[in-house]
């Protein structure tokens, strides 16, 4: 069922500053981290980030949000604070959903799980809602609409030059010493400058270590996250998980933001998904990090979609 969400409201909903807590939930291969914003006697909605990048994305649109919301904004594995999985393997997604797991159950929720998704981490939520579906109630999404997808094809005609890069990193990666300013620089250049310098400052602050003889920065990331090798589903499985979903989703679309795949491959699946649950789809003015950027124009969908708030 599609539904067309059309509401936009600028104005900040805080009037007092919110606060949070860094956060380190235990996991068997160290620890998740994470930023709980507001209080923690409530059952917090669930942030995840987007492709290579860290809770520290969603700062901009929690300053402004009411201080009263629980909001638990997570590093995954190998991203921001958290440890990286004990592998030398290729990264997939379901890294990320184990982790995910591990922390909800951590949290020993009572109630259905409401997840808050940018980018890349929809395919978290959206694996994780599909494998649990009745342990998650709603999901809003950030400029994107379906977890990635793996092309067989392509996958076996330059699976070798994935394998090679993996090889790569691990050996040269972390010997790459710049400045911060020119680490968020070469960030926000792969992001098509969809971030402003400040915010992609904001991403490296937690994802670098400085060397304190050179006073240069390297990257903390697990490299494994950047080879796209077989990091995801076949678009066919994908389309079989979407049948499995029954939690309300929105899927915030913006303006100026990024396309990662085909149209025809993506209305696969959201064909899919409208037949199985409640959707719902809005458009704002913006880029791909348009909840950093204009957060503004993101908060009022979160307090109604999210929390169930007038605004």
Known sequence: MR???RYVLQRTYSSVAPKYEEIRVP???GHI???????QDKQPVIALHGWQENCSSFDPLMKILPADLSILALDMPGNGLSSWFKTQGTFHVLE??????????????????????????????????????????????????????????????????GLDKLVDYHLNESNKEA???????????GTMNS???????LLMERMTVVNPATGLYTISRDPRIKIQFYYSFPNEFICEMAKQLKCKILFLKASKGLVFESPKVIKEVVDVIEK??????????GTHHVHMEKPHLIAPHVLRFLFDREV
């Open 179 to 189: 400045t911060l300013e020119e680490h968020a620089a070469q960030y926000r250049k």
């Open 3 to 5: 539904n067309i969400v």
């Open 195 to 201: 971030m402003s310098m400040e915010h992609a400052k």
């Open 96 to 161: 990320d959903v184990v982790g995910l797991r591990a922390v909800i159950k951590h949290l020993n929720c009572k109630k259905p799980i409401r997840f808050l998704c940018h980018s890349y981490s929809i395919g978290i939520g959206f694996t994780y809602a599909s494998s649990f579906p009745t342990e998650v109630d709603r999901t809003m999404g950030i400029d994107m609409m379906k977890p990635m997808s793996m092309n067989p094809n392509t996958l076996t005609k330059h699976g070798g030059q």
């Open 33 to 39: 981290a994470g930023k709980w914003w507001g209080p």
């Open 27 to 29: 996991v068997p291969w």
């Open 276 to 285: 199985s649950t409640d959707v719902m789809f809005a458009e704002v003015d």
